[in-house]
């Protein structure tokens, strides 16, 4: 989804306005880098898994022809069924483990990534919280940066999180069903929901490019 971002964004002296961020606004600055660099990894992961999510639907698939062709052999109404064939064993079944496993540790790490981003959120919740406390519940009069006030971070920090909160509960739910669903078309329905990833749309990216821009990783 993301295929036209830039690599991580390094949280350095030479990308700062030192002499401006300071306190809360360095703490924002850095989550947004942190943000940007968690979900170019989201991102990754899901295009690795996809691969391996493919590669498993396509060996199932292969599974089933087979199974039907040993089925159909087998019928009474098959010229061959007066020598039986002997019932096929499951084709390629420890593959078919060790591809499951590797779609599993891509899940694991995507439940990492989820992680650190609420760690981002309770941060971010944090800052508002002293923002609060210093300033009244109005928080500062000054922006910290071109035009947001805390709050706003808070927000968007928010809805970053319960995006990829919820498309992990799907790629989770994938991982389950996958190695066991006999129908090609549900096992195209899994892998389109896999690669578009229906709860991170478009306006998502647009909320991270909106943090970055707010915050002085990208040029206005």
Same mark, same amino acid.
């Not at 390094?10 to 943000?35: E, L």
């Not at 981002?120 to 000054?142: A, H, N, V, W």
């Not at 919820?166 to 078309?185: F, G, R, Y």
């Not at 690669?195 to 909106?210: D, K, Y």
């Given at each position: 989804?993301?295929?036209?971002?830039?690599?991580?964004?390094?949280?350095?002296?030479?990308?700062?306005?030192?002499?401006?961020?300071?306190?809360?606004?360095?703490?924002?600055?850095?989550?947004?880098?942190?943000?940007?660099?968690?979900?170019?990894?989201?991102?990754?992961?899901?295009?690795?898994?996809?691969?391996?999510?493919?590669?498993?639907?396509?060996?199932?698939?292969?599974?089933?022809?087979?199974?039907?062709?040993?089925?159909?052999?087998?019928?009474?109404?098959?010229?061959?069924?007066?020598?039986?064939?002997?019932?096929?064993?499951?084709?390629?079944?420890?593959?078919?483990?060790?591809?499951?496993?590797?779609?599993?540790?891509?899940?694991?790490?995507?439940?990492?990534?989820?992680?650190?981003?609420?760690?981002?959120?309770?941060?971010?919740?944090?800052?508002?919280?002293?923002?609060?406390?210093?300033?009244?519940?109005?928080?500062?009069?000054?922006?910290?940066?071109?035009?947001?006030?805390?709050?706003?971070?808070?927000?968007?920090?928010?809805? =970053?999180?319960?995006?990829?909160?919820?498309?992990?509960?799907?790629?989770?739910?994938?991982?389950?069903?996958?190695?066991?669903?006999?129908?090609?078309?549900?096992?195209?329905?899994? =892998?389109?929901?896999?690669?578009?990833?229906?709860?991170?749309?478009?306006?998502?990216?647009?909320? =991270?490019?909106?943090? =970055?821009?707010?915050?002085?990783?990208?040029?206005?």
């Amino acid at each position: 989804m993301f295929s036209g971002v830039s690599g991580d964004i390094m949280v350095t002296s030479t990308n700062r306005k030192c002499s401006a961020v300071t306190g809360s606004a360095r703490k924002i600055k850095d989550n947004a880098a942190d943000w940007h660099n968690l979900i170019l990894r989201w991102e990754k992961l899901n295009e690795d898994g996809f691969n391996v999510a493919a590669y498993i639907v396509n060996m199932r698939l292969s599974q089933n022809s087979q199974l039907q062709l040993v089925d159909q052999s087998s019928s009474p109404s098959s010229p061959s069924s007066a020598s039986a064939a002997p019932a096929a064993p499951a084709v390629g079944a420890a593959e078919l483990q060790d591809e499951c496993c590797k779609l599993q540790d891509v899940v694991d790490k995507m439940v990492t990534v989820v992680k650190k981003m609420e760690q981002l959120m309770t941060s971010q919740r944090g800052i508002q919280d002293l923002e609060e406390f210093q300033f009244g519940p109005e928080g500062r009069k000054c922006p910290l940066f071109h035009t947001w006030n805390t709050k706003q971070f808070k927000l968007l920090s928010g809805v =970053l999180w319960e995006a990829f909160s919820q498309e992990l509960k799907l790629k989770q739910t994938i991982l389950q069903e996958l190695a066991h669903t006999e129908t090609s078309d549900l096992c195209m329905v899994y =892998l389109s929901c896999w690669l578009h990833q229906p709860f991170i749309p478009p306006q998502i990216r647009l909320t =991270l490019e909106s943090v =970055l821009l707010e915050t002085g990783h990208r040029p206005l």
